[in-house]
Antibody, heavy 119, light 107 residues
Framework: EVQLVESGGGLVQPGRSLRLSCVASGFTFDDYAMHWVRQAPGKGLEWVSG????????DYADSVKGRFTISRDNAKNSLFLQMNSLRTEDTGFYYC????????????WGQGTLVTVSS | EIVMTQSPGTLSVSPGERATLSCRASQTVGSNLAWYQHKPGQAPRLLISDASTRATGIPARFSGSGSGTEFTLTISSLQSEDFAVYYCQHYNRWPRYTFGQGTKLEI
């Protein structure tokens, strides 16, 4: 069974940092690209960042570029999101999701972890 | 960036009725279009890929159509478990796969 389990969310003050993790199981992790998607309170889904299977291609939404860093450790079946200089508008649920790469949809998602940025 | 626009924002229907949700892309995405279902507290679930292909385990009452810039998700006979928020997403330019703003399907 495919599982994606996020962790690392919590309450943090504006300007501080947080690191999210996503542990994968039930599939060959390094066959897949991985992504982070978030949902602010009362809003829709927003793609945040994506990383190819070998970390060779990485991209970010303009809203987080320069502040967030995506990475992965294929030996540990893990995906990470380092979030620096957090803003109140970064508050929301953060989901990890996988796709086979190229032009393909996100076939599985995690349950999400909640990040709250507030003073 | 490709902008995805969904309509309506909220759709009120009764169980057993048919629901039609629309999604428009600001430029052509071919058939690189997916639909997801999202319920509170749950992981989003892939329903449709390639504009019209049902994902594994998705009931036949869900169908997708369209290509280019205009797409439709149809649920032929609504069941109670279908009331949720539905998102379209293009996957035409890896990895920036933008979503529509969602359609809330309510009773």
């Amino acid at each position: 069974e495919v599982q994606l389990v996020e962790s690392g969310g919590g309450l943090v003050q504006p300007g501080r940092s947080l690191r999210l993790s996503c542990v994968a199981s039930g599939f060959t992790f390094d066959d897949y690209a991985m992504h982070w998607v978030r949902q602010a309170p009362g809003k829709g889904l927003e793609w945040v960042s994506g990383i190819s299977w070998n970390s060779g291609t990485i991209d970010y939404a303009d809203s987080v570029k320069g502040r967030f860093t995506i990475s992965r450790d294929n030996a540990k079946n893990s995906l990470f999101l380092q979030m620096n200089s957090l803003r109140t508008e970064d508050t929301g649920f953060y989901y990890c999701a996988k796709n086979i790469g190229g032009t393909s949809p996100f076939d599985y998602w995690g349950q999400g972890t909640l990040v709250t940025v507030s003073s | 960036e490709i902008v995805m626009t969904q309509s309506p924002g909220t759709l009120s229907v009764s169980p057993g009725e048919r629901a039609t949700l629309s999604c428009r892309a600001s430029q052509t995405v071919g058939s690189n279009l997916a639909w997801y279902q999202h319920k509170p507290g749950q992981a989003p679930r892939l329903l449709i890929s390639d504009a019209s292909t049902r994902a594994t385990g998705i009931p036949a009452r869900f169908s997708g159509s369209g290509s280019g810039t205009e797409f439709t998700l149809t649920i032929s006979s609504l069941q109670s478990e279908d009331f949720a928020v539905y998102y379209c997403q293009h996957y035409n330019r890896w990895p920036r796969y933008t979503f529509g703003q969602g359609t809330k399907l309510e009773i």
